[in-house]
C-alpha cells in the first residue's frame, strides 16, 4: 500500500469507528478464499461489510473514538464486521462461525462500550431493530383491533335484533 493509500484507509476506518452501531473483531487463519467470499456476502445481504484490518492501520484509525477502548483486540491476522445496526454484524459473524471453527471472535465495540467474545455472543441473540419494530408494531395494532371489534359488537347485535323482528313480521 502506498502512503495516500494508507492514508485514505485510516479515514474510512475512522468513519466506519464513528458511524457503526457495532463492529465486530475476529480473527480468520485458516478460512479459506471460498469461506470468506460467501461470509462476505452473507453479510452484505444483511446490510453490514467485513474487511481485512491491517493491524497497525486500525489502531491509528481508532485514535479519536469512542471505540478506542478496543485496540488489544488488533493482533494476528483480524478482521472487522460491521452495521449501522447493532445487532446485525454480531449475529451473521456468530451465525458464520457456528459453522467454520477457523472464525475466531475476539470480541468487537458498541457505542463507547467494549465487549469481549461473550459480549458479543449476547449481542448476537438479541432481536434486530426491524424485529422490535415488528413486534412493537403489533403490540400498537392488537389494542386497536380489540378496541374496533368492542365498538362494533352493539352495532352487529342491533342489526341481529332488527332482522329478527323483521322476520317475524313477515312470517306473521
Known sequence: MERAEKREFVTELNEVFKASGSVVVAHYAGVTVAQMNDFRSKMRVAGG?????????????????????????????TLIAYCDDP??????????????DKLVVLGG?????????????????MPSLDELRAKLVGMIQTPATRIATVVAAPATQLARVFDAYAKKDEAA
Open 87 to 100: 445487532v446485525t454484524a454480531p449475529k451473521v459473524v456468530m451465525d458464520f462461525a457456528k459453522t467454520n
Open 49 to 77: 461489510t467485513v474487511k481485512v484490518a491491517k493491524n497497525r492501520l486500525a489502531k491509528i484509525a481508532l485514535q479519536g473514538t469512542e471505540s478506542e477502548g478496543m485496540t488489544d483486540l488488533f493482533k494476528g491476522q
Open 109 to 125: 465495540v458498541m457505542g463507547a462500550t467494549v465487549l469481549d467474545a461473550e459480549g458479543v455472543k449476547s449481542l448476537a441473540t
